[in-house]
């Protein structure tokens, strides 16, 4: 496996291991939070009423199924057609830096400027994948 290919897809781990964490958090939240008498199982049938810092978490872990897919799919795309540079790699593993980042913003912060600033970022290191991926199949697609 090439080096690049590595890299990146240690950066798709490093994501998976964010979004693993993160429903670990929200999950143990919850059960201290029906332990404590906080909540009643019921209310997570539709999930009403959670305190602000489970609400949080379970909005957090939400928000790992929306950006990341498509840095996933990216991702994937590149490594499948063996078309992985070390631009990419630097741009996959800023993404998941600042997804860090963004975990840490939306479930312990409460400056939500800072948290769309730092989404912002992840947007635009996505975006900047994705055309470095059109770039590569318009060039493909020409010759």
Same mark, same amino acid.
């Given at each position: ?6 890299? +990146? ?18 999950? %143990? ?9 906080? !909540? %009643? ?11 602000? =810092? ?10 790992? #199924?929306?950006?990341?897919?498509? #840095? ?5 795309? &590149?490594?499948? +057609?063996?078309?992985? @540079? !070390?631009?990419?790699? +630097? ?10 980042? =963004?975990?840490?913003? =939306? @479930? ?6 800072? %948290?769309? %600033? ?5 947007? &635009?290191?996505?975006?900047?994948? $994705?055309?470095? $991926? &059109? ?5 493909? $697609?020409? &010759?």
């Amino acid at each position: 496996m090439p080096l690049n290919t590595a890299l +990146i897809l240690l950066a798709v781990l490093a994501q998976m291991l964010l979004t693993f964490i993160a429903y670990i958090v929200m999950v %143990r939240g919850r059960f201290a939070a029906v332990r404590g008498k906080e !909540m %009643r199982t019921s209310q997570y049938v539709l999930v009403e009423g959670e305190p602000p =810092h489970l609400a949080r978490a379970t909005n957090n872990v939400r928000n790992q #199924f929306e950006l990341p897919v498509l #840095f996933y799919a990216l991702v994937l795309m &590149l490594v499948a +057609i063996n078309r992985v @540079t !070390m631009l990419d790699v +630097i741009l996959a593993w800023i993404f998941v830096v600042l997804r860090v980042a =963004h975990y840490f913003a =939306h @479930t312990k912060g409460q400056d939500v400027v800072a %948290r769309m %600033r730092i989404f912002g970022f992840c947007l &635009l290191a996505v975006i900047a994948l $994705a055309i470095h $991926a &059109l770039i590569i199949v318009l060039g493909e $697609a020409v &010759l």
